[in-house]
């Protein structure tokens, strides 16, 4: 993928799957899928417990990746990697707003933010900066059994 056709598939709405190393070595790398947000040219942020094995882990290890997919044919990924270049503690309430509406619509997103208002309050929100990018688009090779 082209820099501008792989920012912009990240930038889509997809289920990410978050990876991240422990550091000390005790287990295999954790993969959770996450709720994200990104812009092109931007920031990956992910929201999530301030005492989760997730975010020690993160905060541990400093860096994580993510990786996002279409599950239908012709089957395409991202895969993004690279250091948190900032801890928001707690999370802003817009960046908790507007995660929440780019996953729920309208209707559903208030009322999820309201019965769980308790649980995200003990929110941390990431930031990390893509460093290292993986991609893959099997249009092409599709296109040839066409």
Same mark, same amino acid.
């Given at each position: 993928?082209?820099?501008?056709?792989?920012?912009?598939?990240?930038?889509?709405?997809?289920?990410?799957?978050?990876?991240?190393?422990?550091?000390?070595?005790?287990?295999?790398? *954790?993969?959770?899928?996450?709720?994200?947000?990104?812009?092109?040219?931007?920031?990956?942020?992910?929201?999530?417990?301030?005492?989760?094995?997730?975010?020690?882990?993160?905060?541990?290890?400093?860096?994580?990746?993510?990786?996002?997919?279409?599950?239908?044919?012709?089957?395409?990924?991202?895969?993004?990697?690279?250091?948190?270049?900032?801890?928001?503690?707690?999370?802003?309430?817009?960046?908790?707003?507007? *995660?929440?509406?780019?996953?729920?619509?309208?209707?559903?997103?208030?009322?999820?933010?309201?019965?769980?208002?308790?649980?995200?309050?003990?929110?941390? *929100? *990431?930031?990390?900066?893509?460093?290292?990018?993986?991609?893959?688009?099997?249009?092409?090779?599709?296109?040839?059994?066409?």
């Amino acid at each position: 993928m082209s820099v501008e056709d792989r920012q912009n598939f990240l930038a889509g709405l997809h289920v990410g799957v978050l990876g991240v190393d422990d550091p000390r070595g005790v287990s295999a790398p *954790l993969l959770v899928p996450v709720w994200y947000d990104y812009r092109p040219g931007g920031e990956v942020i992910v929201q999530t417990g301030r005492d989760s094995a997730k975010g020690r882990l993160i905060r541990d290890a400093g860096r994580f990746s993510l990786c996002v997919q279409d599950e239908t044919a012709p089957y395409r990924y991202v895969s993004v990697e690279g250091p948190v270049v900032a801890v928001e503690d707690p999370v802003p309430p817009a960046d908790r707003e507007a *995660l929440a509406h780019r996953y729920l619509d309208a209707g559903t997103a208030p009322a999820y933010l309201e019965a769980n208002r308790h649980q995200l309050a003990e929110d941390i *929100l *990431l930031r990390m900066r893509p460093q290292r990018w993986r991609t893959a688009d099997f249009s092409a090779f599709a296109a040839e059994f066409s």
